[in-house]
């Protein structure tokens, strides 16, 4: 079946660092879902992507959906501690998670 | 907020015993998924609710059942409950029995001794 992966699996940055995660899929998606999730509370929905080679931007979040639309990325700019949690990509269908990426900030 | 509400917030079981998580969803969203999420793991899809019938189930034994009522609120039943079983129960409504856009409540936490 679908499966998503998400490497890193943690990352540890300090205030102010920028930070990436990246989602890949062994099959084509028709739109890849961003997640995140704060420490004890429930994943919110960030954002989606549908079209090849797509970028949106959402204040310091940037979102990519790769050309083959088999992959995505979600970029950090100057992190701050409220970035705190785990990001999660999710695929169609039944919506299958990754792993996430969990993000700790140092102040 | 979503809109989302799930109940009971927490729950402690003994293995063997049933339990019945309970989900409302957002209004307007007649589609409402479960899921499943272990400590530091991603959310696991259990199954799917689209008006009243089950439209899609993961990887998840028969003993994980659910039902979906005309207001298209859910509820997620687990038979013989294992220790395994032991998680964050998550419910997510959407629209039109699909996978997009999904509002989670702020699930229910089962712990099963």
């Known amino acids: 079946g679908q499966q998503v992966m998400q490497i890193p699996q943690y990352q540890h940055v300090q205030e102010g660092e920028d930070f990436t995660t990246y989602c890949n899929s062994s099959t084509t998606l028709s739109n890849i879902q961003w997640y995140k999730q704060r420490p004890g509370g429930h994943p919110v929905f960030l954002i989606q992507l549908v079209k090849s080679g797509e970028v949106k931007k959402q204040k310091r979040l940037t979102f990519q959906f790769g050309e083959a639309k088999k992959n995505s990325s979600l970029h950090i700019t100057a992190t701050q501690t409220t970035d705190v949690g785990t990001y999660f990509c999710a695929g169609p269908y039944d919506m299958r998670f990754g792993a996430g990426t969990r993000l700790t900030v140092k102040p | 907020e979503t809109g989302v509400t799930q109940s009971p917030t927490h729950l402690i079981k003994t293995r063997g015993q049933q339990v019945t998580l309970r989900c409302s969803s957002q209004s307007g969203h007649n589609t409402v998924s479960w899921y499943q999420q272990a400590l530091g793991q991603g959310p696991q899809f259990i199954f799917q609710y689209y008006r009243e019938e089950e439209n899609g189930r993961g990887n998840f034994p028969p003993r994980f059942s659910g039902l979906q009522f005309p207001n298209y609120s859910s509820e997620l039943n687990v038979n013989a409950l294992e220790l395994d079983d032991s998680a964050l129960y998550l419910c997510?409504?959407?629209?039109?029995?699909?996978?997009?856009?999904?509002?989670f409540g702020s699930g229910t936490q089962l712990s099963v001794l």
């Open positions: 997510a409504s959407s629209l039109a029995g699909g996978f997009e856009k999904l509002f």
